[in-house]
Nanobody, 115 residues
Framework: QVQLVESGGGLVQPGGSLRLSCAAS????????MGWYRQAPGKQRELVAI???????TYADPVKGQVTISRDNTKNTVYLQMNSLKPEDTAVYYC?????????WGQGTQVTVSS
């Protein structure tokens, strides 16, 4: 069994920052790409950022320059540093990872940007 657990979400004021974490646990032999997605109310889930096992990153256009994805392979953990947050960044943020050749999703963590 493999599990992804996100943390770090919460309520933040516009212009603030948050750092999300997603830790993989269980019977892990190889962690390949790890990524973050988000789903705002009434909208489809969308890509935020992806990082490969070699550290190559890809960002969705709307968040370029605003977020930074990173990972710690010793901890099987991926991070998402989000800065200059706006109300439109409000969403449930999900972690997705390719582990042992299969894709897994986390349960999501709520990020609310509001004054």
């Amino acid at each position: 069994q493999v599990q992804l657990v996100e943390s770090g979400g919460g309520l933040v004021q516009p212009g603030g920052s948050l750092r999300l974490s997603c830790a993989a646990s269980g019977s892990i032999f190889r962690v390949n790409a790890m990524g973050w997605y988000r789903q705002a109310p009434g909208k489809q889930r969308e890509l935020v950022a992806i990082i490969t096992s070699d550290g190559i990153t890809t960002y969705a256009d709307p968040v370029k320059g605003q977020v930074t994805i990173s990972r710690d392979n010793t901890k099987n953990t991926v991070y998402l540093q989000m800065n200059s947050l706006k109300p439109e960044d409000t969403a449930v943020y999900y972690c997705k990872s390719n582990i042992n050749g299969r894709y897994y999703w986390g349960q999501g963590t709520q990020v609310t940007v509001s004054s």
